[in-house]
């Protein structure tokens, strides 16, 4: 005789927005330690690599001084170690180094700085995988550099979140900050989880397609959610790490499928600074599954697909009802 399984939606504060965790259980289980531990494990994230918190762990790595060794907890080293692979891997178009320009350009705890976005322009750059040096459970910058890990952290307490589940024993839930999502095994009825792939619409949240995911996670990266206006020109939050500024002509949205949610929100963000042609054959050559949005000249999103999930196998991502 099976039993019913209850429905449990959880949800709670982290990084300025909110995590969310669904999944089915037998009616016996107690919600509560699972949430306080899904609580506790995105705080433990946001504690090591957060750029708005001063004594995180990552701010006590930026104000030391060059050259000089810096012990770091695992975490925090599992994550700057992944940024700079994946900053290797695309040629600097994903950058952990650019905290400088993101605090200038207001896109950080203070208001932007004029002095600080001349600044930011202005100075000489070497990515991060260029100074960041590695000695066990150590780290120390060879040259200056502003860390900002705003585009690979987020993702990361989504997967903390799936491996928090796991230690409570279940392999079948979504996971979410925000957009980014992380689908563990099956739904109840053995069929894949459905997420939404968001329209890039700034005034409203409206789905642009759907996507079905077994075991792997999502994320996207835009130019309609955060954004500063300069001289009537609306800029995005992703910076080019080749200008020290945000990019003057962004794809709408990237939205890319890994194994891991901290993988695909860091490739999201290097496919944006490198634009559909480039950042196509870049996950081409990577084996991701990723989807362009671009506007045309009358603001309408069309999409460019790579990989099996958003070319290969159309059916896949079916278009939103009502689009």
């Known amino acids: 005789m099976s039993i019913e399984r209850a429905r449990i939606a959880l949800n709670g504060p982290t990084m300025g927005t909110r995590w969310s965790a669904l999944f089915y259980a037998e009616p016996s289980v107690d919600p509560d330690p699972i949430r306080v531990a899904l609580q506790a494990a995105v705080e433990e994230v946001d504690g090591q690599m957060s750029t708005w918190k001063p004594d995180s762990d990552l701010m006590r790595l930026n104000a030391a001084p060059v050259g000089d060794w810096v012990a770091f907890p695992s975490r925090l080293g599992h994550v700057l170690r992944l940024g700079l ?10 950058d952990i180094g650019m905290g400088d320009a993101v605090a200038a350009w207001g896109f950080g705890p203070e208001a932007a700085a004029p002095d600080g976005i001349r600044a930011a322009m202005k100075a000489p750059r070497r990515a991060a995988h260029e100074v960041l040096e590695f000695d066990d459970d150590h780290v120390r910058k060879s040259a200056p550099t502003a860390l900002d890990l705003n585009g690979i952290a987020k993702g990361y307490g989504v997967d903390r979140l799936a491996e928090t589940l796991r230690d409570h024993g279940i392999d079948h839930a979504l996971v979410g900050i925000d957009g980014e999502m992380r689908a563990t095994g099956l739904r109840p009825d ?14 409203r949240r409206t789905p642009h397609s759907i996507l079905a995911l077994q075991d792997a996670a999502v994320a996207t990266s835009g130019d309609y959610r955060h954004w500063v206006e300069v001289q009537g020109r ?35 963000t290097a496919f944006m600074v490198l634009g559909p042609e480039r950042g196509a054959a870049l996950a081409r050559k990577h084996g991701l599954d990723a989807l362009f949005l671009l506007r045309d000249d009358n603001d309408n999103a069309r999409g460019v ?4 999930l958003f070319s290969e196998e159309p059916a896949a991502m079916t278009p939103s009802e009502g689009r």
């Open 85 to 94: 692979e994946i900053g290797r891997a695309s040629d600097g178009a994903f």
């Open 190 to 203: 053995f069929e894949p989880w459905t997420i939404a792939v968001e329209a890039p619409d700034t005034e």
């Open 234 to 268: 609306r800029l995005s939050h992703t910076m080019d790490p080749r200008r020290g500024a945000p990019l003057i002509v962004p794809p709408a949205s990237v939205t890319v499928v890994a194994s891991s949610c901290a993988e695909a929100d860091a490739w999201a």
């Open 305 to 308: 697909g790579v990989g099996r």
